[in-house]
Structures are given as structure tokens and as C-alpha cells.
């Protein structure tokens, strides 16, 4: 079995640990494998109410591992070639998966977060991240590469073009509280208080009604490319559904009960 990524379930709340802390939790084939077939398992299971994804060690993902020669490949393949390949049946897929998530996911950056990792951060629903954590988009000045995974859809629409466009070209150190501060993450925690705070947030989390969080991320993508009357409609037909749910009754009669909401599958 391969242990790249470790799973545990405990309280409704799944957790995925990038488990390769002596190379910083690079990105192996085995481990990216593992990580879509994790991902695909758990959004079947009926027990999981929200995903954190981190890392063991020092960092939380350094991004896929550039040692190619650990790659299986076709006879006078291009490099090119192969890793689009693999972009297509493993590393797309993966973002894709976390999109189409039926629960929300929350990323715990507890350190180093460069290249491929800040892309799978950045496809989660919520982010938080140690204060002594840090991102950096290793692509185009190291490497001569775009960003990938995703992050040149999400960057400029977290934190606009021109930080995003000279974080991508110069690879300057992004540090966990200016992260926060430009709107890339949701919260940058004291060390100290880190693992209390993923913990509390997941729990929040996991507890809302089922489903909402995939209408939420859906909702917000089509409203980039919406005019302001389709994301009206949008939200009209959406709310049409989502108000005759039991879940809209629940949190109606907890609200005139003043208590919480106890929302089932």
C-alpha cells in the first residue's frame, strides 16, 4: 500500500497528510495516484462531512518532485509529452475532484507550501495556514514553466493581475500573513494556536448542511463569468431547490427554537 498519503476519519471529518516530509512532501506519481483515487473514495462515503488536507513536517506540499527519471514513460517520449499525460489522467483530475467535492475542504498549511502545492491549496474551500508558513510559485523564473493546476484561473481572481502576474514571474516568498492580508487565504494562525484552529474549523464545517458547500463554490465560479442579471437568475433558480430542502427547515426551526441547527444526510 502506498503510504505517500496517510488517510484517518474521525468525527465526520476526513483527513489526507502528504506523508513524504523528507523531501518537504514533494509530489511522487505514487503519491498523486494515491491522492485521486483518496479523493474519488471519499466523496462516495456517506460518514464524511469535510476533507483537510496537510502535511507532515515541515511543509505542507513542495510541489511536484522533479526527479523525472521516477516517471514511467514511452520509449522516445518527450518530457513535455509525458507529463502532459500525466497532467490529463492525474494531476487535473485531482483539482477537479476537490471542485466537485460534495463536502467543503479546508487546507491546513502548517509549512513550506511551493509550486503544485500552492495550486492544491488553492482548490480548496478554505485555507489556513501557521503564521511561519510560506508560498512561492516556483514556475517561470525557476524552471521556465506557467503555474499549473489551476492557479492561473485562481490567482488573479484572489488577489488580482498584478500580484499575480509578478508573483508568478519573479517567485518572491509569499509569507502566510501577507497571504492573508492580499485575500489568497482565508487565515494565518499563531504556531501555537495552528492545529486548535484547523480543528475548530473543520468541526464548523463539517457540521453545515450537506451539500451546501458545492453549491456555494459553484455558485461563486459562475459568477465570474456571469453578468451580475444571469448570477441573479442563477441564484433564483438555485434558491428554488435549496428552500423546499429539509435542511432550509431545519435551520428555520432551530432559529425560532433558538438552538443549533442539526442537519442529517
Given at each position: 500500500m502506498n503510504?505517500?498519503?496517510?488517510?484517518?476519519?474521525?468525527?465526520?471529518?476526513?483527513?489526507?497528510?502528504?506523508?513524504?516530509?523528507?523531501?518537504?512532501?514533494?509530489?511522487?506519481?505514487?503519491?498523486?495516484?494515491?491522492?485521486?483515487?483518496?479523493?474519488?473514495?471519499?466523496?462516495?462515503?456517506?460518514d464524511v462531512r469535510a476533507l483537510v488536507l496537510t502535511g507532515q513536517g515541515r511543509g505542507f506540499c513542495a510541489g511536484w518532485q522533479l526527479d523525472m527519471d521516477q516517471v514511467p514513460g514511452i520509449e522516445g517520449e518527450s518530457l513535455g509529452v509525458r507529463q502532459s499525460h500525466l497532467m490529463a489522467e492525474y494531476f487535473n483530475p485531482v483539482i477537479?475532484?476537490?471542485?466537485?467535492?460534495?463536502f467543503p475542504t479546508l487546507a491546513a498549511v502548517n509549512g513550506v507550501c511551493a509550486g503544485a502545492g500552492v495550486s492544491l491549496a488553492l482548490a480548496c474551500d478554505v485555507v489556513i495556514a501557521h503564521?511561519?508558513?510560506?508560498?512561492v510559485m516556483t514556475f517561470a523564473p525557476r524552471l521556465g514553466l506557467i503555474p499549473d493546476l489551476g492557479a492561473?484561473?485562481?490567482?488573479?481572481?484572489?488577489?488580482?493581475?498584478?500580484?499575480?502576474?509578478a508573483t508568478a514571474l519573479?517567485?518572491?516568498?509569499?509569507?502566510?500573513?501577507?497571504a492573508a492580508q492580499w485575500g489568497m487565504i482565508w487565515r494565518a494562525e499563531p504556531d501555537a494556536e495552528f492545529q486548535s484552529a484547523v480543528h475548530d474549523t473543520a468541526q464548523r464545517l463539517s457540521e453545515g448542511p450537506p451539500g451546501i458547500a458545492k453549491e456555494v463554490r459553484?455558485?461563486?465560479?459562475?459568477?465570474?463569468?456571469?453578468?451580475l442579471a444571469q448570477q441573479l437568475d442563477l441564484e433564483r433558480q438555485r434558491q428554488r431547490v435549496l428552500l423546499d430542502s429539509?435542511?432550509?427547515l431545519e435551520g428555520v426551526a432551530a432559529f425560532v427554537q433558538k438552538r443549533e441547527p442539526k442537519f442529517g444526510d
Open positions: 503510504t505517500d498519503i496517510l488517510l484517518s476519519v474521525q468525527d465526520h471529518i476526513a483527513t489526507l497528510t502528504f506523508n513524504r516530509p523528507q523531501s518537504l512532501n514533494s509530489l511522487s506519481l505514487g503519491s498523486i495516484q494515491t491522492l485521486l483515487q483518496q479523493l474519488r473514495d471519499l466523496s462516495v462515503r456517506s477537479e475532484a476537490l471542485n466537485d467535492c460534495p503564521q511561519s508558513a510560506s508560498f492561473t484561473w485562481k490567482m488573479p481572481r484572489l488577489v488580482g493581475w498584478a500580484r499575480a502576474q519573479l517567485g518572491e516568498r509569499i509569507s502566510a500573513e501577507q459553484q455558485a461563486h465560479h459562475a459568477a465570474q463569468n456571469n453578468s429539509p435542511h432550509f
